[in-house]
T-cell receptor, first 115, second 118 residues
């Protein structure tokens, strides 16, 4: 079985400060990890993914994420938050070794960036 | 602007109505998906099509009937829905080299159809 946990329902940061949205996962095989963002009344937008290689992955809009195998984490980060980053963020995982396991989403974290 | 287009954006229907949701993509993706999303919750997978064939049905009630007429289009036919079916219905697509069950490709989502059942 595969699972994803986003331990924080909401993260509040001030504009210009660094932000971190946490994600931990569990898979029996190789993790394929994704971050998506959802703005109000919109679909999910792909931000970045980790498949293999460098543990630090850079994505859209200045976001990056660090894959940590020992801690089974894939936290999303940005050095300087913008008010426009306020949205709902989903971490997702699938097991790259075991066929038949489709994408599993975390519960989502609402990011609020205040001016 | 998203590259996956869904119509209509909003739909209100009675429990005895028949309606259809439509999804279109022109990215050459051969895997297409239907998700259901309740407010402030993650999307729940309903169906997956790979090369126009139904690959996965996540035990969805028969009042939801998917159809993939060609590689660019995906429909979801609705009949005799219940109030609890009210939700945002999202379509997505991804590259698929004939192995959607092992794919590491990201999914591209449309903006969804917000469905309300009276």
């Amino acid at each position: 079985a595969q699972s994803v946990a986003q331990p924080e329902d909401q993260v509040n940061v001030a504009e210009g400060n660094p932000l971190t949205v946490k994600c931990t996962y569990s898979v029996s095989g190789n993790p394929y990890l994704f971050w998506y963002v959802q703005y109000p009344n919109r679909g999910l937008q792909f931000l970045l993914k980790y498949i293999t290689g460098d543990n630090l992955v850079k994505g859209s809009y200045g976001f990056e994420a660090e894959f940590n195998k020992s801690q089974t984490s894939f936290h999303l980060k940005k050095p300087s938050a913008l008010v426009s980053d306020s949205a709902l963020y989903f971490c997702a995982v699938r097991d790259g070794r075991n066929a038949g396991n489709m994408l599993t989403f975390g519960g989502g974290t609402r990011l609020m960036v205040k001016p | 602007d998203t590259e996956v287009t869904q119509t209509p954006k909003h739909l209100v229907m009675g429990m005895t109505n028949k309606k259809s949701l439509k999804c279109e993509q022109h990215m050459g993706h051969r895997a297409m998906y239907w998700y259901k999303q309740k407010a402030k919750k993650p999307p729940e997978l309903m169906f997956v099509y790979s090369y126009e064939k139904l690959s996965i049905n996540e035990s969805v009630p028969s009042r939801f009937s998917p159809e993939c007429p060609n590689s660019s289009l995906l429909n979801l036919h609705l009949h005799a829905l219940q109030p609890e079916d009210s939700a945002l219905y999202l379509c997505a697509s991804s590259q698929d080299e004939g192995r959607v069950r092992r794919s590491n490709q990201p999914q591209h989502f449309g903006d969804g159809t917000r469905l309300s059942i009276l």
